[in-house]
Nanobody, 119 residues
Framework: QVQLLESGGGSVQTGGSLRLSCAAS????????MAWFRQSPGKERERVAT???????SLLESVKGRFTISRDNAKNTLYLQMSNLKPEDTATYYC?????????????WGQGTQVTVSS
């Protein structure tokens, strides 16, 4: 049974930083395509960051230069380092897991962790 457990969310002021973690069980993150999505009330879910099996990353334009996606294979964990946070980053953040290499069809999702940025 695959489980993705996010943690690290919280409330920060504008300009603050948070690091989200997504600990996987029943699923090996090595060589896999994984991503972070976010959704806020009344808005569509958007993909914030992706890392594929080749460790190539991509970021939503609005978070470039502020967010970094990475993973630790030994800890079987995906991360999202968020810096210089803005109120518009407020959302529930979800970890998503796909297949190997460029297979970025996300069949597994975490329960989400809330990030709130106040001005």
């Amino acid at each position: 049974q695959v489980q993705l457990l996010e943690s690290g969310g919280g409330s920060v002021q504008t300009g603050g930083s948070l690091r989200l973690s997504c600990a996987a069980s029943g699923y090996d993150v090595v060589w896999k395509c994984m991503a972070w999505f976010r959704q806020s009330p009344g808005k569509e879910r958007e993909r914030v960051a992706t890392i594929n099996g080749y460790a190539s990353t991509s970021l939503l334009e609005s978070v470039k230069g502020r967010f970094t996606i990475s993973r630790d294979n030994a800890k079987n964990t995906l991360y999202l380092q968020m810096s210089n946070l803005k109120p518009e980053d407020t959302a529930t953040y979800y970890c998503a897991a796909g297949g190997r290499w460029d297979d970025c069809l996300y069949g597994y999702w975490g329960q989400g962790t809330q990030v709130t940025v106040s001005s």
